[in-house]
């Protein structure tokens, strides 16, 4: 079954330290993934995604994110943490393009210490 | 552009009552999304409309149903309303063209049953 696993349901940092929430997804062909944040009492917003081309895709607010095809993982990072990173994190896998179901990791909370 | 709209923000009901929850999708967009997030309980998949037709159904009960309109917004009824139907209610819209990989969505409802 095609699944979306994020390895930590929290993670704490301290603001200016680097950020690494982890994500695997089942290997199939051709995945598009994606990261969302959502805070609190909010939408979720789109912070970037993979489609096959580039492996390591920039997102918004200076995340990161690499396509390990080997690794079957989507992990997203951010080389320093800022107070306003604190937020829940979603995975998100797709396959054969935009006739197919999204399918949601559950979420990784951040919390970013002073 | 109009991102992805969903009315009420807020809504209060008793138990055993109907709630209509709506949503308009970016313009262009045929796919529409419902998720209803619950605390303590991730982002769970309730409908995916498209082309008017509904294309799969999440683990929920009969008593949540929808509709999507000719112009592709879509509403989501909770019929019997109880207390742990209390979430927010996510809706996103996506577009049919392979490039459009990525989901938008909205805001939320916030529907509170007491």
């Known amino acids: 079954a095609q699944s979306v696993t994020q390895l930590d349901s929290h993670v704490s940092v301290s603001e200016g330290t680097p950020v690494l929430l982890r994500c695997n997804y089942s290997?199939?062909?051709?995945?598009?993934l994606f990261w969302y944040v959502q805070h609190p009492n909010k939408g979720l917003q789109l912070l970037l995604k993979?489609?096959?081309?580039?492996?390591l895709v920039k997102g918004i607010n200076g995340f990161e994110a690499e396509f390990k095809k080997s690794e079957t993982s989507f992990h997203l990072t951010k080389p320093s943490a800022h107070m306003s990173d604190a937020a829940e994190y979603f995975c998100?896998?797709?396959?054969?393009?935009?006739?197919?179901?999204?399918?949601f990791g559950t979420g990784t909370l951040l919390a970013v210490q002073p | 552009e109009a991102g992805v709209t969903q009315s009420p923000t807020h809504l209060i009901k008793t138990r055993g009552q109907q709630a209509t929850l709506r949503c308009s999708p970016i313009?262009?967009?045929?796919?529409v999304y419902w998720y209803q997030q619950a605390l303590g309980l991730g982002l769970q998949f309730l409908l995916w409309?498209?082309?008017?037709?509904?294309?799969n159904r999440g683990n929920f009960p009969p008593r949540f149903s929808g509709r999507q309109f000719p112009n592709y917004s879509s509403e989501l009824n909770v019929n019997a309303l109880e207390l742990e139907d209390s979430a927010l209610y996510l809706c996103?819209?996506?577009?049919?063209?392979?490039?459009?990989?990525?989901?938008?969505f909205g805001q939320g409802t916030r529907l509170t049953v007491v």
């Open positions: 993979y489609t096959s081309a580039a492996t």
């Open positions: 998100v896998v797709t396959y054969g393009g935009a006739t197919n179901k999204l399918i």
């Open positions: 996103a819209s996506r577009g049919r063209q392979v490039t459009d990989t990525e989901a938008f």
């Open positions: 313009s262009g967009h045929t796919s």
């Open positions: 290997s199939s062909y051709s995945p598009s």
């Open positions: 409309y498209d082309e008017g037709e509904e294309r």
